[in-house]
């Protein structure tokens, strides 16, 4: 059996790539990736977490993490394309009309 | 199944709202000429609500094999979250109007978000928590945008869910690493063996991860930079409600898990909480003080409110928890009344929200300037309106927990705040301006607004109104 710290340090990893990407990344889809990567590291967690201590919460957690993802890819795309129609661009440098 | 009847009952004002929501838009779905069915429904809805609230109050203890918390803390952050929508509501009846996004889906929206709010502060079981902070995260996404022309509207939808996004993955980290080192995702079992767990340096990550993802939702500094570009982009009474609503259920949340149950007071995270305060404090107040737009000056002074507040859970302790609740519904009143004026003053391109456009207000609608000094008084902390109490009650619990140098910070602080607070009423009152046309004030929104006045003065003069409720919270 493989050791629970393998997978801890994956998704460690996985977390901080996705963590890098959203603060270096200008392309708002990107970013989105990025942030959908954060979550399924935490996704790789609980399971790991849940098959080591034979608990099934971790399990039923990923359920909830997967559906609450799904919802806001759809409202994260849909925002997207409202700002795509506007100014048929999604860098979000190019987006700084708000600023002090 | 009668255990389940009972649970379903004591949570009935979670339930309530969102089989509202849904009723809102299957009316919305089923007509299309106007909306006075749903504006009517939701806010006699929201009422009936918050009587359910009123009504399960006594019945303090959890539902649903401890997943959520019902009556005392629950009931009483219900009914902060549903007057804020109501009065969310009232205001924006007549502004949806103006600016031109009159959907239906703007009032089931409003009433989701409520039920997220709710689930989010009263949930004891981690799940719950993370349940209701995204339906009230994603409802909040939509109503950030809502307007979707307006470049500006766009913007704040696309920054506000990029970063809320990216910190919903700092929470979800957090309690994986809690529930790693636990093996339960209940906030009370894990606050039974807390001493246990402070000495494991994953579970402390773990805390510090989900301390993160609530600095982000409560807009402390270093996790602020969306506050005042969302606030600004946003539709008025959007970010009216998102400063009130989600901000205060973020903060209910953060009680809660923090000092009601964890029990930080003490520890090493309570250090964070500390700087997280100051930070907060000195940057809200001074960056305010250089804002020209009143959206942008709110949001500000937003962030230099949720350093108050952090005073309080720095403190710890059943008297900080009664203070920063108090505080956040005096700063309800206070600022749904004062977006809400800035929204009557608002003209059709969303525009004309700069303090300059609040010059000679008074000469040209006498109580809406009476109101905003008020509501302008009252975030200053001046006595005897609603936010001095809260200011008070939070300065009192600092000092008896030894924080007495936080409690100097912040009294500094609001010495600050002073100046760009009474810049508005100096402006409305002793400057005029003779091209402004007078706005269109509808009866609902002048109603809204007299309640939020009413509530400020009379928590004010009466606290012990509400302390009465507070003295039995758990």
């Not at chain 2, 969310?88 to 009032?107: D, Q």
């Amino acid at each position: 059996m493989i050791p629970i710290h393998y997978y801890l340090i994956l998704s460690a990893v996985m977390f901080i790539t996705g963590v890098v990407g959203v603060l270096t990344r200008r392309n708002a889809i990107i970013i989105f990736m990025c942030i959908e990567l954060m979550l399924n590291s935490v996704n790789l967690t609980f399971v790991a977490f849940s098959s080591y201590l034979g608990n099934a919460t971790g399990q039923m957690f990923v359920f909830f993490v997967m559906a609450v993802a799904a919802a806001e890819a759809a409202v994260g795309l849909a925002i997207v394309i409202a700002l795509f129609r506007n100014k048929q661009t999604v860098n979000i440098n190019d987006v700084n009309i708000l600023k002090w | 199944m009668e255990q389940l009847l009972t649970d379903t009952w004591l949570t009935a004002p979670i339930g309530g709202t969102i089989l509202l929501s849904l009723i809102v838009i299957m009316i919305n779905a089923l007509k299309k000429d106007s909306l006075a069915a749903e504006y009517w429904v939701s806010l006699i809805g929201i009422a009936a609500n918050i009587v359910l609230a009123v009504v399960v109050f006594p019945d303090r203890g959890t539902a649903f094999s401890g997943m959520v918390m019902t009556g005392g803390y629950a009931s009483i952050t219900a009914i902060l979250f549903l007057t804020a929508a109501g009065l969310t509501i009232l205001l924006s009846r007549e502004y949806i109007e103006k600016i031109g996004v009159n959907f239906g889906e703007f009032y089931h929206l409003i009433l989701l978000a409520t039920t997220g709010m709710m689930t989010f502060s009263a949930g004891t079981d981690l799940v719950v928590t993370f349940i209701g902070l995204e339906l009230m995260s994603i409802s909040l996404y939509v109503l950030a945008g809502i307007s979707r022309r307006h470049h500006k509207g766009n913007e704040a939808a696309l920054k506000y869910f990029l970063l809320g996004a990216f910190a919903s993955g700092f929470f979800l980290y957090g309690i994986a690493l809690i529930y790693g080192m636990t093996s339960t995702t209940n906030i009370l079992e894990i606050a039974q063996n807390m001493q246990a767990y402070m000495s494991e340096p994953l579970f402390l990550t773990g805390v510090g991860l989900l301390l993160v993802g609530f600095a982000f939702k409560v807009g402390a500094v270093p996790f602020h930079m969306w506050v005042p570009d969302v606030y600004e982009g946003s539709p008025t009474m959007v970010s009216a409600f998102m400063s009130t609503g989600a901000k205060a259920s973020a903060f209910t949340a953060f009680l809660l898990i923090f000092t009601a149950t964890f029990d930080i007071a003490g520890t090493q995270i309570n250090t964070v909480l500390a700087i997280l305060a100051v930070a907060s404090m000195v940057i809200g107040n001074v960056v305010a003080l250089s804002q020209n737009n009143i959206k942008r000056m709110l949001a500000y002074s937003s962030i230099a409110h949720a350093g108050y507040m952090l005073i309080g859970l720095t403190a710890g302790g059943m008297m900080s928890i009664t203070g920063v609740l108090f505080y956040l519904i005096s700063y309800m009143f206070t600022n749904i009344g004062a977006f809400g004026i800035a929204a009557i003053i608002e003209n059709k391109e969303q525009g004309g929200t700069e303090i300059d456009n609040f010059r000679g207000l008074y000469y040209r609608h006498p109580a809406l300037a009476v109101m905003m000094s008020i509501f302008m008084f009252s975030l200053v902390g001046l006595p005897p309106l609603a936010g001095f109490f809260g200011k008070y009650y939070i300065f009192v619990a600092a000092i008896e927990n030894g924080y007495t140098w936080l409690t100097i910070i912040g009294v500094i602080t609001s010495m600050i705040s002073v100046y760009y607070y009474l810049r508005v009423v100096v402006v409305m009152f002793f400057q005029t301006d003779e091209e402004a046309e007078k706005s269109s004030l509808a009866s609902s929104s002048v109603f809204a607004l007299l309640l939020s006045a009413a509530g400020v003065l009379l928590i004010g003069v009466f606290p012990s109104m509400v302390l009465d409720w507070m003295s039995r919270l758990f």
